[in-house]
């Protein structure tokens, strides 16, 4: 596709289950974000990949929260055991290698969390 | 530590005024990213321009301009002759050289435009 996807769109679970929510970057595109924004905290950096390596996990909230990527490609950012307070809408974002210099991240849509 | 401030939350404006968007950063780098994105109520982001720490000449957009002064640590946006669809949240946001290109994000300033 042209753009990043992230899916779902909408997620609702209830506090204690754990979620895994998935993103699939621009093709061609090797560094892969997740940021989070709540009506408290704005945007927030979450964790960052170049290729399947997590250079800078400095964002995670805590240990409930965890990133992999595989094949360099898709995503998937796992919140076990889930709290109220982790409610938000995460979003994922590509662009292409920063290793030369900042490059401009493009974002998904998003996913809209809701811990009941 | 980096940190970029949007002071205004909330304008409104009635279509076809002109309307500037405030953004004020803080670093201790000398070479770093200013960027702004808009957030339509559709929800995703959307990048609008990118500006590096080297380059403050303004850049115009068609009805977009953006103003880049290091001496006031400001990057700045105007809307000309604002238009209902450019009703959105708009964010600036700061990356540094050596911060991993993570984006440190503004509060973002809720425009909205009234036919």
């Known amino acids: 596709g042209a753009g990043v996807s992230q899916s779902p769109s909408n997620k609702v679970t209830e506090k204690g289950k754990d979620v895994e929510l998935r993103c699939d970057p621009i093709s061609g595109h090797t560094a892969l974000y997740w940021y989070r924004q709540s009506l408290g905290q704005g945007l927030e950096f979450l964790i960052y990949f170049q290729g399947n390596s997590a250079p800078d996990k400095s964002g995670l909230p805590s240990d409930r929260f965890s990133a992999e990527r595989t094949g360099g490609s898709v995503s998937t950012l796992t919140i076990q055991r889930t709290q109220q307070e982790d409610s938000a809408v995460y979003l994922c974002?590509?662009?292409?290698?920063?290793?030369?210099?900042?490059?401009?991240?493009?974002f998904g849509p998003g996913t809209r969390l809701l811990v009941l | 530590a980096q940190k970029v401030t949007q002071a205004q939350t909330e304008i409104s404006v009635v279509e076809k005024e002109d309307v500037t968007l405030d953004c004020v950063y803080e670093t201790r780098d000398t070479t770093y990213y200013l960027f702004w994105y808009k957030q339509p109520p559709s929800g995703e982001l959307v990048f609008l321009i990118r500006?590096?720490?080297?380059?403050?000449q303004n850049e115009i957009s068609g009805r977009y301009s953006w103003n880049f002064q290091k001496s006031t640590s400001s990057f700045n946006f105007t809307i000309t002759a604002s238009q209902v669809v450019d009703s959105a949240v708009y964010f600036c946001a700061l990356s540094e050289s050596n911060a991993g290109n993570m984006l440190t994000f503004g509060g973002g300033t809720r425009l909205m435009v009234k036919p």
């Open positions: 500006r590096n720490s080297f380059d403050e």
């Open positions: 974002a590509s662009s292409l290698s920063p290793l030369a210099g900042v490059e401009t991240q493009y």
